[in-house]
């Protein structure tokens, strides 16, 4: 510190005010790393919230849905019935006692690999991990649709699709047990949902007729204007829906599987439904969502759409920590005869 | 901040202003730095407890759903139980837990170095005397065990405890060490059972996991249970576990501060969630097969597609249990009769193919239309149409006294016993002379009722349908009527982690004098001190 007179009047030389400067850049550049690094955490801690958040927002919605599943509409009728079958090869119709094939929830020990899986579950897998046995969670595209009763009778369908627009016809390319065209470059799509307006229970029927007249009526390449499906969430990855029921305890699934031939393969057929639905979610966070779709547009430019799904998919197996995943054991409310 | 002008200097700051204002600067930086950890912890909470109360939603509902295969109960890495009811007597005066059983993860395959090709699937431990009971298996057992983990899991965590001093003495219930359902796939992923002999989450510690303890409790009007889930699973945990420590006594020192004895490690302060749940279902000791008769099993095997409470579609289940004549055995459109040898040259079932009598083992269709089931094959009624000799049938001969079959071996090999009761005594009639004398050419019926013997028959239907609504000594009602309709009050539930019954006592004893007969038998675990499965029924 330097005294100053009205004699010998001096400022600060330049040496000093380059130290000084030097000494607070360092400091502005410190504070702003670390102001940096706790702001990225936190936006990721943000966007892993909001992702939980959404999720667990859109799976209340889907347990409360299912809690009022309901049977006993007509002895014929599926009460719950799995859609699309060409499009969900893990739902296996005419092979039923495969496996991956399983409409019941798998006993432990039955959680097979198959070409679809998202995670494989040994050395060798698509993505080179080594993981955990047990570890592979197989990426499941489910497209269901149930009747639900509480004053009154409900159709709804959830359902698996692209992103941008819903299409119902999402076609596949010829090779079977491809991902559909729509999916093609890419693993991530959005759940979908339709809820049909309130009927009284003679009249539930009609409302599943006329639901399938639109479906089939939808153009495979149009958008979806008459179903009137609406996006229940973004950036999801994996949507399963599996009966569960103490019955299977005993000769686990051979309650379902018994019935090889023609439409008793469902479970959710007749005037008893399973007692209890397993749901399963995985959702992508908002950033992580950016950089899978628009992120790796770029460096994926050129590249075969199968390559890039398959790309895209390593990328998400690399950030696991930011997909978030849902699962719910829902005990149906009357698991006998609806109202 | 002071300056001062004078005529002949100027003062600037002094060393102590300077330094104050240093000190009020960093002191605001600190104050704002130190906020933001407060921030990201917040956030990191809020995941966690939304986990955790998801967590808590499935394990509700599994543990009232009466024993359901999921296979996320992978993830239970090991149960714990202390003082299960069914010690009588053996309860400590300080209503300390006398014995404590330990259940690891069938799936890791923790080898047991004292029986080669052995795992060992937990122990029971002795509190006073330090000994511990080894539950070691392999073979069917140990696959039993890993299919019905799930099932075993849900029955052991919703063990009550009776003695209200000790509930309110200690840190009571059942825990169980688990690796979150729900969550980033991260954790989903490396939380996942790794199916190797390290124990304790090899390389597992950074997938969230918890200690979840589970207080079930049995009221007038129902069952209450606890969920508390304690969180994270700290070093200490895992080190305290390589220790031998149990999650009873972890949780007890994270709350009170204190060290544990085994490993002289205190455990950090857990974060702690609670959650209760009132049913109005009956918290009641499950069934296992060591509860019924060979009859009985036989009733519930064949009504196992049915639910608890729905009403019996007796012709069905007639048509399942029907009687069988061996004579006049029906494959396709062709007759296929069976008849029963028994002489000093043979002893077996013979096949009639062509028009020659044939062994059974020598019968080309012996897979597809078999005479007896062997029990080791799950049987189906669905894929065959006709009825065929199961264990708990008792075969009858012209007029010979009727005998039970105890068993039937992967080779159709039907063997005999004596005695239809748990409890009762019984033994096996391995000595084909003890047999009834197969006569009308060694053709046979089989029944599925019983011989009565007062008036030399079998009984009938309606008698059966009141005998299974009655309860007994060694079980409840299996059935429930109301008028004319029947339905079905329990369930079985399967289990390595019960006593053997007596059939199957005498079989393993008959296996271990070497007989030819039984020499496929495969030993049943008797585990006399098990805890036992509960379940809460509506």
Redesign the interface.
Request: avoid cysteine; proline fraction near 8%.
């Given at each position: 510190?330097?005294?100053?007179?009205?004699y010998n009047t001096s400022a600060f030389t330049m040496v000093e005010l380059m130290g000084a400067v030097t000494i607070a850049m360092v400091l502005i550049f410190l504070?702003y790393s670390?102001f940096d690094k706790?702001q990225t955490?936190?936006v990721a801690?943000?966007n892993?919230?909001r992702a939980?958040e959404e999720g667990?927002t859109a799976m209340d919605l889907i347990v409360d849905d299912v809690r009022a599943l309901s049977g006993g509409i007509d002895g014929d009728l599926e009460n719950l019935s799995w859609l699309g079958e060409q499009l969900d090869p893990q739902v296996n119709w005419n092979n039923p006692t495969a496996a991956a094939g399983f409409l019941i929830?798998?006993?432990?020990?039955?959680?097979s690999t198959s070409t679809n899986d998202f995670?494989a579950t040994d050395g060798s897998g698509r993505n080179g991990l080594r993981?955990?046995?047990?570890?592979g969670?197989p990426l499941y595209h489910h497209n269901c649709r149930f009747f639900v009763h509480d004053d009154s009778w409900q159709l709804v369908h959830y359902r698996f699709g692209p992103r941008g627009t819903y299409k119902m016809n999402l076609s596949r390319s010829s090779a079977s047990g491809n991902p559909p065209l729509d999916l093609r470059g890419s693993p991530v799509g959005a759940l979908w949902v339709y809820r049909s307006p309130r009927n009284l229970k003679g009249r539930i029927k009609a409302e599943l007729d006329k639901h399938q007249k639109l479906i089939q009526q939808d153009s495979p390449n149009g958008l979806d204007e008459q179903v009137g499906f609406s996006k229940l969430i973004d950036g999801v990855i994996h949507f399963r829906l599996r009966a569960?029921?103490?019955?299977?305890?005993?000769?686990?699934s051979?309650?379902f599987r018994?019935?090889v031939s023609g439409v008793k393969t469902n479970p959710f057929q007749g005037f008893?439904l399973p007692?209890?639905v397993?749901v399963e979610l995985?959702v992508l966070d908002k950033k992580l969502l950016k950089e899978v779709e628009a992120g790796l547009e770029q460096q994926l430019e050129g590249v075969p759409e199968d390559q890039q799904r398959a790309r895209r998919l390593a990328y998400i197996a690399e950030n696991?920590?930011?997909?978030?995943?849902?699962?719910?054991?829902?005990?149906i409310r009357n698991?006998?005869e609806g109202l | 901040m002071k300056t001062i002008h004078h005529n002949s200097w100027v003062r600037a700051f002094t060393l102590p202003e300077v330094t104050l204002a240093i000190g009020v600067v960093a002191l605001g930086l600190v104050a704002v730095f130190s906020i933001l950890p407060f921030g990201l912890t917040a956030q990191k909470d809020n995941r966690e407890e939304t986990i955790i109360r998801y967590e808590a939603q499935i394990l509700r509902e599994f543990l009232l759903a009466g024993g359901l295969m999921m296979d996320d109960l992978g993830r239970v890495d090991r149960v714990e139980l202390h003082e299960p009811l069914d010690l009588n007597g053996s309860r400590d005066p300080k209503k300390a837990p006398k014995f404590s059983h330990v259940f690891y993860n069938p799936y890791r395959g923790v080898p047991d170095n004292q029986n080669a090709g052995h795992t060992l699937l937990g122990h029971r431990l002795e509190h006073g005397t330090g000994t511990k009971a080894w539950y070691s298996y392999t073979g069917t057992p140990l696959e039993r065990a890993r299919s019905f983990w799930s099932t075993d899991v849900s029955g052991w965590l919703l063990t009550p405890v009776e003695d209200a001093a000790f509930r309110k003495n200690g840190n009571w219930g059942n825990f169980a060490l688990i690796k979150a359902m729900n969550g980033s796939l991260f954790d989903r992923f490396y939380g996942a059972e790794p199916g190797t002999t390290e124990f304790h989450f090899p390389n597992r510690e950074f997938a969230m996991g918890y200690i979840l303890q589970v207080q079930p409790e049995v009221l007038p009007n129902g069952a209450r249970v606890k969920l508390t889930f304690h969180w994270p699973i700290f070093e200490e945990v895992s080190t305290a576990l390589r220790n031998g420590e149990l999650l009873k006594d972890i949780v007890t020192s994270s709350r009170t501060g204190g060290a544990l004895l085994k490993s002289g490690v205190t455990i950090p302060r857990f974060q702690s969630q609670e959650f209760s749940m009132h049913s109005e279902g009956t918290l009641v000791p499950a069934l296992l097969e060591s509860n019924l008769t060979l009859q009985e099993r036989r009733v519930l095997k064949e009504l196992r597609d049915v639910a608890v409470g729905q009403e019996l579609d007796l012709e069905r289940m007639q048509l399942r249990l029907q009687s069988y004549i061996s004579g006049k055995h029906q494959y396709g459109t062709n007759s296929y009769p069976r008849r029963f040898v028994n002489n000093t040259v043979t002893y077996g079932v013979e096949v009639r193919f062509g028009n020659s009598w044939i062994e059974q083992a020598k019968y080309p269709n012996r897979t597809a239309d078999p005479s007896f089931y062997p029990d080791q094959v799950f049987y189906d009624p669905a894929f065959t149409s006709y009825p065929l000799g199961h264990s708990g049938f008792w075969l009858r001969s012209g007029g010979s006294e009727p005998v039970q079959i105890a068993w039937i071996s992967p080779d159709q090999q039907p063997v005999f016993g004596v005695g239809d009761s748990v409890r009762g005594p019984y033994s096996l009639v391995l000595d084909p002379n003890q047999l009834p004398y197969f006569n009308n050419a060694g053709l046979y019926e089989l029944h599925s009722l019983g011989p009565v013997a007062a008036r030399g028959g079998n009984e009938t239907w309606d008698e059966l349908l009141a005998k299974l609504t009655k309860v007994t000594a060694t079980r409840p009602a299996l059935l429930r009527r109301s008028g004319d309709r029947f339905e079905l009050a329990r369930h079985l539930r399967l289990t390595t982690h019960r006593p053997a019954s007596q059939d199957e006592r005498a079989l393993n004893q008959a296996r271990a004098t070497g007989l030819p007969l039984v020499q496929s038998w495969e030993r049943v675990p008797d585990e006399v001190g098990a805890p036992g499965l509960w379940e809460i029924v509506r």
């Open positions: 510190m330097r005294r100053f007179n009205s504070m670390i706790v955490v936190f801690g943000q892993r919230a939980m667990r929830h798998n006993p432990m020990g039955s959680i995670i993981v955990p046995a047990g570890a969670l569960a029921d103490p019955t299977d305890v005993i000769y686990p051979r309650r018994a019935f008893r007692t209890h397993v995985a696991l920590d930011r997909v978030y995943f849902f699962k719910q054991l829902i005990r698991p006998k | -």
